[in-house]
């Protein structure tokens, strides 16, 4: 099991019982014993490795220039979904970022209300304010994203509602679900998607059957994934097998 993980980065409950013939119960008492050893670490529906350096958050400023091109590209196709006079919750991160400079790339985009809990977001779209109306959360600051989170941010959160919900991710898996690297902003995601009448999650393609250890919302609240064509096509494939869930390939 343990070097199935460690192959697939990420293996679920239900598929261990079935490729090794035994019951559910009997993978989550051997997962468990693995994650006792630090062998795995148990996530919700099943587990992946125990690697920290997997677990490193890097700086927003490190992120930003892996798969840029697919970003932007990702960015423009967000974008098109958006309506003059739409609410927008905007997350963040290094392809939320580019769905902002698309943002004021797009001048025919008036009177949008952003709301954002990225002040890396919130000064990209300063420069398209009056035309752009720009909301951030407040709350506490994290430094390697320029986010801001709970306390104050959630609590802001479940005051408004939006449109639309544009979240950015460090896994998204059929299984899983969305999921995070860190749970302060796992948090911040899971209340956008609550307080959004539709989710659009923006993940390159190095996102696509990745599971992190924060759990943001199961696939089955995404109405639209945009990424890009280098996405693992097993995990693309069970991502299209699920009902009422759009993928766009930027």
Avoid at 35 to 56: K, N, S, T, W, Y
Avoid at 206 to 234: F, N, Q
């Amino acid at each position: 099991m343990r070097a199935i993980i460690e192959e697939r980065a990420f293996a679920s409950v239900a598929g261990l019982s079935e490729e090794f013939g035994v019951s559910a119960v009997t993978v989550r008492h051997d997962l468990d014993a693995l994650e006792a050893v630090g062998g795995v670490r148990r996530i919700r529906g099943g587990a992946m490795p125990f690697d920290a350096a997997r677990l490193r958050e890097r700086p927003f400023e490190e992120a930003a220039v892996e798969a840029a091109g697919a970003k932007a590209r990702i960015a423009a196709a967000a974008a098109d979904l958006l309506e003059p006079g739409m609410s927008v919750f905007l997350d963040v991160g290094t392809t939320a970022a580019a769905v902002a400079r698309e943002l004021l790339r797009r001048d025919g985009l008036r009177e949008l209300t952003v709301i954002t809990s990225g002040l890396s977001i919130a000064l990209l779209l300063e420069a398209a304010v009056p035309r752009l109306q720009v909301v951030v959360t407040g709350g506490t600051l994290r430094p390697l994203q320029h986010s801001l989170v709970a306390p104050l941010a959630d609590q802001v959160l479940s005051r408004v509602h939006a449109d639309i919900a544009l979240i950015g991710c460090n896994g998204v898996d059929a299984e899983a679900g969305v999921t995070n690297i860190n749970l302060p902003e796992a948090e911040v995601k899971a209340a956008m998607i609550g307080a959004a009448a539709r989710t659009v999650v923006v993940a390159d393609g190095s996102k696509v059957g990745r599971v992190h250890l924060g759990h943001v919302a199961d696939a089955a609240a995404v109405d639209v994934l945009i990424t890009d064509p280098s996405a693992p096509g097993a995990a693309l494939a069970e991502l299209r097998a699920l009902d009422g869930m759009r993928i766009l390939l930027a």
